[in-house]
C-alpha cells in the first residue's frame, strides 16, 4: 500500500530553521508530481508547495516564496522541505501529500495519498 511518513518537525524559534522529510513507498515515485499541505490550528488546509516528478520545476505558495525549498531525491523515494526564516504563522501540522499525475498544475489538483503529518510550532 500506498504510505508517506513525515518527519523532521519540532519546536523552532522564530528566524530559525527546519528541513521536513517524507519517506514514500508502495508506488514509483518518480512517476508522480509532490506536494506539501500544511494545517494550522482551527484553520482548513493551505497548499504550500510541489514538486513535478523529476525535481526539475517547484511550486510555491506566495507567503513561501524566498523561504522554502521543496526537493526530492527519487533515488531515495524521498521528499523535502527546507524551511529557512520561520514566522510564528508557519506553526502547522505539514502533510506531505502524492499528486496524482506527474505534473502539477495549480488547478483541479487531485491530493491522492496524504501522509500522517508532522507537527512544526515556531514559538520564542
Known amino acids: 500500500e500506498v504510505q508517506l511518513v513525515e518527519s523532521g518537525g519540532g519546536l523552532v524559534q522564530p528566524g530559525g530553521s527546519l528541513r521536513l522529510s517524507c519517506a514514500a513507498s508502495?508506488?514509483?515515485?518518480?512517476?508522480?508530481?509532490m506536494s506539501w499541505v500544511r494545517q494550522a490550528p482551527g484553520t482548513g488546509l493551505e497548499w504550500v508547495s510541489a514538486i513535478k516528478w523529476d525535481g526539475d520545476i517547484t511550486y510555491y505558495a506566495e507567503s513561501m516564496k524566498g523561504r522554502f525549498t521543496i526537493s526530492r531525491d527519487n533515488a531515495k523515494s524521498t521528499l523535502y522541505l527546507q524551511m529557512n526564516s520561520l514566522k510564528s504563522e508557519d506553526t502547522a501540522v505539514y502533510y506531505c501529500?502524492?499528486?496524482?499525475?506527474?505534473?502539477?498544475?495549480?488547478?483541479?489538483?487531485?491530493?491522492?495519498?496524504w501522509g500522517q503529518g508532522t507537527q512544526v510550532t515556531v514559538s520564542s
Open positions: 508502495g508506488f514509483t515515485f518518480d512517476d508522480y508530481a
Open positions: 501529500a502524492k499528486v496524482g499525475n506527474p505534473y502539477f498544475s495549480g488547478d483541479r489538483d487531485e491530493f491522492d495519498y
